[in-house]
């Protein structure tokens, strides 16, 4: 099974059942550099394992970059 | 008593705050921000590329003295600079927030209605903000009612060079201003930002005339001292314009009288 989700502004198939930690393992994205959004709503660190992520859901992944 | 001054709950020494945008490379970011002797720096929020593992992290290169200032530059709505300031905070772990809610993509000037409606917002989440704003004292007011932590008049245009433009309304907001007053955008060069602290902001804010310029380590330097000799004009109070001369040697006892 999979979902469809907004990554990025981008629409991407997801396997169903990811959380935001498994999300971020299955990108190979490092937990510490990043800041995630689902739905506009920010997802705290210590949510990643509880925070089940369905379809139609839109995250954002971002970071810092260089900015005046 | 060390010439310091605070922010929120935060105090520093340096007057200069240094931005992380446009340098040439992240080595010579790293020199530019120790010569600047900056002890807060600006970064901005934004999606990762998810096309580019690996990549050198931002992060890695800031001198870990530093404080970050999470921007939310490029914001047209108070709305996602709301967002992007709430992702900053997630970043960085800290409350500070240069918050930015932008007018006009030619000129960059703050749309100030956003801009305070962002600011009540922030300031209630507990935000430490610093809003960049019109050197408009009106609208400095506002922000201040609002609860901003200071206010960050703009000297000219963001990446503009133009140095400082109205002087005067930047006295005007220094002089009804009960929070600190730092001048942000506009600088070009060392004088520009002497005449920020000697018109008695209490620090200024730049990233493009130190990023910019063709030496960016040796225009840091240059930076740090021009701060230091305006906030020191600035205490030691500057002598009155005249129009006419004011002798500086005895008009007698000349030879030959």
């Known amino acids: 099974m999979a979902i469809q989700v907004r990554l990025n502004g981008e629409l991407r198939e997801l396997p169903d059942g990811l959380t935001v930690e498994t999300l971020l393992t299955h990108l190979g994205v490092k937990a510490t550099r990043v800041a995630v959004e689902v739905n506009e709503t920010v997802v705290t660190k210590d949510r990643y394992v509880a925070h089940r992520l369905g379809a139609g859901d839109s995250i954002e992944l971002v970071a810092f970059v260089g900015g005046g | ?257």
């Not at chain 2, 990762?48 to 530093?66: F, Q, R, T, V």
């Not at chain 2, 903000?129 to 004292?137: A, C, G, I, K, R």
Request: hydrophobic share 50%; proline share 6%; with cysteine.
């Open chain 2, 1 to 257: 008593m060390a010439d310091t001054w605070s922010i929120g709950k935060h105090t520093f020494t340096s007057r200069l705050l240094v931005g992380t945008g446009k340098f040439p490379d992240f080595p010579t970011m790293q020199r530019a921000h120790l010569a600047s002797g900056a002890e807060v720096v600006t970064v901005a929020v934004r999606r990762l590329d998810l096309a580019a593992k690996g990549e050198a992290s931002l992060l890695e290169w800031i001198p870990k003295h530093m404080t970050l200032l999470p921007n939310t530059a490029a914001c047209f709505t108070a709305g996602e600079a709301i967002r992007t300031a709430r992702l900053g905070r997630e970043l960085g772990m800290g409350d500070l927030v240069k918050l930015e809610v932008i007018g006009d993509p030619r000129t960059l000037f703050p749309d100030v209605v956003g801009l305070v409606e962002a600011a009540r917002v922030l300031v209630k989440e507990g935000f430490t903000v610093l809003p960049y704003t019109n050197d408009d004292p009106v609208t400095a007011r506002r922000l201040e009612d609002a609860g901003c932590a200071a206010i960050m008049p703009l000297g000219a245009p963001i990446g503009s060079g133009l140095g400082i433009r109205n002087p005067y309304n930047l006295r005007i907001i220094m002089e009804a201003a009960s929070v600190p007053v730092l001048v942000d955008a506009g600088v070009g060069t060392a004088s520009d930002a002497a005449i920020a602290l000697e018109l008695g902001a209490v620090a200024v804010l730049m990233n493009s005339a130190i990023a910019g310029a063709r030496d960016p380590v040796m225009m840091a330097a240059a930076m740090r001292d021009a701060v230091t000799a305006g906030r020191q004009a600035f205490l030691a109070g500057r002598i009155p314009m005249k129009l006419h001369a004011a002798a500086s040697s005895p008009m007698s006892g000349l030879i030959g009288s």
